[in-house]
């Protein structure tokens, strides 16, 4: 899969001339009616890769084969078929930018909004990809190996964040997150890899509720019904 045009496959096809020193002289051509167009033939008989193939193993064909013909010096033939499989090859994950809001008021724990999503469609989809964050928010976030970005900065069961801000200038913070693979075992073994986006995270503003001081206040004896004892302040 993924292989580019111009890329030899594997050795060069041999035929054998019965004749005295007749094999070094053979040339090998493919039947253009019959052979997959994906590939061409030198004429010392390696296999190459055509300009303007497309080998996807998702979504493609996977399996091909050519017809390939072995001509001597005095234009006699022989042909024979080549069969070529596509092996499926591990392809990084694609992880598009991410952007998330949430309150200021925001708790330790709280998600901040989805899961991030990576698309991976090797193995039909089902290979496991695992997701770390390059932090640059002074540990005010985090994600999980799941996707899950949290708050991790701040109290909890509390009224207010004093770690949040919606305050312009340092209510957005950008960071990179990176979408890891597992690869592929036997018998196809692949290596992992990995993708990495830009994350932007908006803090946003919250209605809250006045916050009223307590006080004392004192009240004379035999106050008069409705007489002021003091001023709440909020």
């Known amino acids: 899969e993924d292989t580019e045009e111009g890329t030899i496959l594997g050795g060069a096809i041999h035929a054998v001339d019965p004749d005295i020193n007749e094999t070094a002289q053979l040339t090998y051509t493919l039947d253009p009616e019959i052979s997959n167009s994906e590939f061409s033939i030198f004429e010392n008989g390696s296999l190459?890769?055509?300009?303007?193939?497309?080998?996807?193993?998702?979504r493609g064909?996977?399996?091909?084969h050519v017809i390939v013909v072995a001509t001597d010096a005095h234009g006699l033939q022989s042909r024979q078929?080549?069969?070529?499989?596509?092996?499926?090859s591990n392809e990084a994950p694609v992880l598009?930018?991410?952007?998330?809001?949430?309150?200021?008021?925001?708790?330790?724990?709280?998600?901040?909004?989805?899961?991030?999503?990576?698309?991976d469609e090797d193995q039909n989809g089902a290979q496991k990809v695992f997701f770390r964050m390059n932090d640059t928010t002074n540990g005010t976030f985090s994600i999980s190996k799941e996707g899950q970005i949290y708050v991790t900065k701040g109290p909890t069961g509390s009224r207010i964040n004093p770690f949040l801000s919606?305050?312009?200038?340092?209510?957005i913070?950008?960071?990179s997150i990176c979408?890891?693979?597992?690869?592929?075992?036997?018998?196809?073994?692949?290596?992992s890899r990995e993708t990495c986006s830009w994350a932007t995270i908006t803090i946003f503003e919250e209605n809250e509720p006045p916050l009223l001081t307590s006080r004392t206040v004192s009240v004379d004896e035999?106050?008069?019904?409705?007489?002021?004892?003091?001023?709440a302040v909020a």
């Open 48 to 58: 190459v890769v055509s300009k303007g193939a497309i080998f996807d193993f998702e």
């Open 61 to 64: 064909p996977r399996s091909f």
């Open 81 to 88: 078929n080549v069969a070529l499989f596509m092996l499926d």
């Open 96 to 119: 598009n930018e991410t952007f998330r809001s949430i309150g200021e008021n925001a708790q330790y724990g709280d998600p901040v909004g989805a899961r991030v999503i990576a698309d």
């Open 166 to 171: 919606a305050e312009e200038g340092f209510n």
């Open 173 to 175: 913070y950008e960071f």
């Open 179 to 191: 979408a890891t693979d597992v690869g592929f075992g036997s018998p196809d073994f692949q290596v």
């Open 222 to 231: 035999n106050s008069q019904l409705n007489a002021a004892v003091g001023v």
